[in-house]
């Protein structure tokens, strides 16, 4: 019998070569030969699944945000407390293990990547921001959020704060390891969040 091939799977497989390349020789060295070569399987093969190197670097980016959409979707539909999912949803927007720390820097890459090519993706670039709003938003309709803050400014400066703590972890991963950025975020939440419990 013919060995059956999952094709999902091994794109999926492709796609994970293509983070592994981007983290070790950068985009610059994300060829379709070197992604072929990493991912185990002929050119033509790889041409098989995807015709051009933009159309893979695509799927690759889009396989990372359906993998962190997928994990924050879990969050959302636990019964922890709403607090506690708004600061477990925008831990996964953030570098705090290897896994993730792999999926950042290759999202960035990506993204640097498209502006330098004088592309504007606001589907990729602007992923995180409408999820940052729903999060304020979600804090608001549970009463957690202090009711003086305007809402538009605190989405601004939430944005600018995972933001900067997943930029300033890949570059100084020693300084601002996951327990610090844990830290950080929650002082955040705190300077944000109403003391006083919903009734």
């Not at 997928?70 to 607090?83: C, S």
């Not at 477990?88 to 993204?111: C, H, N, Y």
């Amino acid at each position: 019998m013919p060995k059956i091939v999952d094709h999902s799977e091994r794109k999926s497989n492709i796609a994970e070569a293509t983070w592994r390349v981007i983290i070790h020789q950068g985009i610059k060295g994300a060829t379709v030969r070197n992604i072929a070569a990493e991912a185990g399987v002929s050119l033509g093969a790889l041409r098989h699944y995807f015709s051009t190197q933009h159309e893979l670097l695509v799927f690759a980016m889009n396989l990372v945000k359906e993998r962190v959409t997928a994990r924050i979707v879990d969050i959302m539909q636990t019964d922890l407390p709403p607090r506690e999912q708004v600061a477990r949803v925008l831990l996964e927007l953030l570098p705090t293990d290897d896994g993730s720390m792999a999926e950042m820097e290759v999202w960035f890459a990506f993204i640097f990547h498209l502006k330098s090519a004088g592309e504007h993706n606001d589907e990729h670039h602007d992923a995180i921001y409408p999820l940052i709003i729903q999060l304020i938003d979600y804090l608001d309709q549970h009463e957690l959020l202090r009711q003086e803050l305007d809402k538009d400014s605190e989405a601004e400066r939430l944005y600018a704060v995972v933001d900067g703590l997943a930029l300033h972890a890949m570059l100084e991963p020693e300084r601002l390891n996951s327990q610090r950025m844990i830290r950080v975020l929650n002082v955040h939440l705190d300077s944000i969040c109403s003391s006083a419990k919903p009734q």
